[in-house]
């Protein structure tokens, strides 16, 4: 099975940064969400693309555990990789890595399940979801 | 005709403030938009009780003049003023006190328009609109 | 030992909500803050109060499960409880209550260090935390 | 004189499209900002390099034309123009573009005072931007 990792960079803005001058740690889920974005840019698993095929994917679990403080100006990037899952879930660890200073900033997981325009959660995996799973990690 | 006020009183979040320990200038927007919201409560007028009329109410101009600072744990109060225009155009002037230190902090303006469902802007003021100044400027 | 518990109201802000009509799961992250903050001013432990006794205190884990959405106008209710340690750290459990439609929506975890001001890691419970303990934990 | 303009481009993020599918306005003031330290960065004029000077550069006016709307996945670009005065502040006019509809997004512009570190309004022009002036204006 091949690994797709996924990575990006990201500009601290001023707006991010809390009173005590480093990034506000509830950013972090914004830069997870970026990377997710960008992952989903390039492997066709983007928001709209995914809702087009009739599901939105809510995150049902985040954890994100903080290594080192982010100031702005830092240069960052997000390293984004799919973890797969026998599951009908939709795992990324994130990695975002402190560029300026060199020093590993925060790692994280987020969960995604599908869930069908009607609201309903969609236990087994959708057939959409297995072509690209055939496509992308077999291919 | 009557004037409609309406106070409602906003703590600060800690990630409201920015790196210079003050409340971050773009957050006066969303101060804006709580006033206007906690007004839309009070007068029948919420996002969501206009769009049931069949109408969203995009802002089409934004005003903010900051006067004084905001401090994290400072206690502020939005007051919004409706303000009258024979245009299909609802505008609101707000004033944000800072409580704590007793000064006037901000002032500003907002203009909205009314789009229907189409997006299509509606050039005259809409039926519902017209019975709800009846009700709540000249009753 | 005695239990620390707090609960607090929050506004759903229109701002927070995304485009599938739901509260954007980052902004969680923001709740729980709110969550952590009110039992900070309840009980001797804001951001501020901490501050003046040398330290800050920056979260090292965070994890947040979502269990049901939550809608613009909808009611919620932030239940923060102090998870005792014995090690130099602040631990909080979160349980987020959507009070409109009686569901749990989130429940979560933080994890805080205490940092001098130097910015250096305290290793030792500060002797502040050991007294705040005396007095809210056994009194 | 010379004119000084700047562009930049910016991605929509997904956590910044409101409940009607649209950029929420709040956040035309980030993309302000984003144009305004674009700006600053390539003309020595960034938030930080202006505080190495000993000031801060509070926003005391800032205004916001709204001419159509933005959806996730636009692609947008910020101009931001010096606009000079004689009066020690420091103005900045903007037009947001919409690159994948080619309409003009957004017109506003901001005024920004000079700040001592102490606090203190600066009522001429500090000596640093007037240097900054024949340097860039002039040269």
Same mark, same amino acid.
């Given at each position: 099975?091949?690994? =797709?990792?996924h990575?990006t !960079?990201?500009?601290?803005?001023? !707006?991010?940064?809390? !009173?005590?001058?480093?990034?506000?740690?509830?950013?972090?889920?914004k830069y997870f969400e970026d990377g997710r974005e960008a992952f989903g840019k390039i492997?066709?698993l983007g928001y709209l693309q995914?809702?087009?095929?009739?599901?939105?994917?809510?995150?049902?679990?985040?954890?994100?555990?903080?290594? !080192?403080?982010?100031?702005?100006?830092?240069?960052?990037?997000i390293?984004t990789?799919?973890?797969?899952?026998?599951?009908?879930?939709?795992?990324f660890?994130?990695?975002? @890595?402190?560029? %300026? %200073?060199?020093?590993?900033?925060? @790692?994280?997981?987020?969960?995604?399940?599908? =869930? %069908?325009?009607?609201?309903?959660?969609?236990? %087994?995996?959708?057939?959409?979801?297995? +072509?690209? +799973?055939?496509?992308? =990690? +077999?291919?």
């Amino acid at each position: 099975m091949k690994e =797709l990792i996924h990575k990006t !960079s990201i500009s601290v803005r001023f !707006s991010e940064v809390d !009173s005590l001058q480093i990034v506000w740690h509830g950013n972090y889920v914004k830069y997870f969400e970026d990377g997710r974005e960008a992952f989903g840019k390039i492997h066709d698993l983007g928001y709209l693309q995914v809702y087009r095929q009739g599901f939105s994917m809510p995150i049902v679990n985040l954890e994100c555990n903080y290594k !080192s403080i982010i100031k702005y100006e830092d240069e960052i990037e997000i390293e984004t990789r799919y973890v797969d899952s026998p599951a009908a879930k939709l795992i990324f660890d994130y990695r975002i @890595t402190n560029n %300026t %200073t060199g020093q590993l900033a925060a @790692t994280g997981r987020s969960v995604q399940v599908f =869930l %069908t325009k009607d609201g309903e959660l969609q236990l %087994t995996i959708p057939p959409f979801f297995e +072509k690209w +799973k055939q496509k992308w =990690l +077999k291919g």
